[in-house]
């Protein structure tokens, strides 16, 4: 156990101390993952799909994007699961939104049918408890998130019937940290492989705290992900 504790603070400490080495992070898993698994331990890595929505902005609608991390699993007695995670690609944002460019009305000479949305990214950490049911997994927990990425975008025609997307930074009016909490099932594919068995997932995430700080109004992330996680080392 002290070594599985001990490889965990080193995983987590690497996330936070090195934020520029987030691309690189998901090789932890695979070059020490097999090294630090016990019968009620074990890390791998998790991918899934994702629509997410910010509330209270005119015209707002689901946006899809993907997501990917690693994941660590401790398995406390038969029920009760510790999983945190880190997302280094956590997306965030809306699409159907209008006014992004209003600062630049050159923008309406260039491109016609205009469509503009928010794209952001965050480093998130979601802190689950999982309780197993037979061949599933409930779960809910807090989750943190910084900003990495923040985007206003617009596409649409040229006058010479050319598509064209222009894009400008959004970080002057995003909040640079997000909270909120997760709630989710999954659903084992090998049930007798236990924490080792490949999971498919659906969760929900509700922020509370606002996205946007230059409006007077609330507005907070949520969305919707379809997620698999694959294990990586362990004993079956």
Known sequence: MRR????LCGVFALVIAAPTMISAQPLIMLLVGDKIASDDFVGGITGGINLTNV???EGASARLSWSFGASLHWRLSDQWHFAPEVFFKAPGGTNGLNGLWNAQPSI?????DRKEW??????????????RVGMFYVMAGPQI???VAATDNASGITKDGAAIVVEKSAFGRINR????AVVGAEVLLVPDYGINS????VRYYQGLVDVVTTDDISSTNSGVSVSIGVPIGGKK
């Open 198 to 201: 490949i999971r498919l997932g």
């Open 108 to 112: 309406d000479t260039i491109i016609a």
């Open 145 to 147: 998130g910084y900003l």
């Open 55 to 57: 509330s209270n902005l």
């Open 177 to 180: 940290w997000d909270v909120g």
């Open 4 to 7: 599985n504790l001990l490889a």
């Open 118 to 131: 928010l794209s952001t990214s965050y480093v998130a950490i979601p802190l689950l408890m999982k309780y």
